[in-house]
């Protein structure tokens, strides 16, 4: 990874939309990368409660997996790619904020 990514001039890395292997974040610890890991969602919402109820425990869990990684600095709690209400992301991030 380092001769792909550090030697390449690179310092952040957006993640997305799954669990990242821990030695994956790891290495981005010890190489100093930053990034942003993003919620699951795959550019989808729907307004099933099921389907919410699901976001908010995924979420949940991916932060509480990385939280105390130096090179997670944020978490993208909403999608540019797809509409969602303004309450979906609110509470989203009052997650983040916990």
């Given at each position: 990874m380092q001769i792909k990514i550090k030697e390449a001039g690179f310092d952040y890395v957006r993640l997305s939309h799954y669990p990242q292997s821990p030695i994956f974040t790891e290495a981005c610890d010890e190489l100093g990368l930053?990034?942003?890991?993003?919620?699951?969602?795959?550019?989808?919402?729907?307004?099933?409660?099921?389907?919410?109820k699901h976001v908010f425990q995924t979420a949940t869990d991916?932060?509480?997996?990385?939280?105390?990684?130096?090179?997670?600095?944020?978490?993208?709690?909403?999608?540019?790619e797809s509409w969602m209400p303004e309450s979906f992301i609110d509470f989203l991030t009052t997650i983040v904020r916990k």
């Amino acid at each position: 990874m380092q001769i792909k990514i550090k030697e390449a001039g690179f310092d952040y890395v957006r993640l997305s939309h799954y669990p990242q292997s821990p030695i994956f974040t790891e290495a981005c610890d010890e190489l100093g990368l930053i990034t942003i890991d993003a919620i699951l969602g795959w550019q989808y919402f729907s307004e099933d409660k099921k389907f919410q109820k699901h976001v908010f425990q995924t979420a949940t869990d991916l932060i509480k997996k990385i939280r105390n990684y130096a090179s997670v600095i944020a978490w993208e709690v909403f999608l540019n790619e797809s509409w969602m209400p303004e309450s979906f992301i609110d509470f989203l991030t009052t997650i983040v904020r916990k």
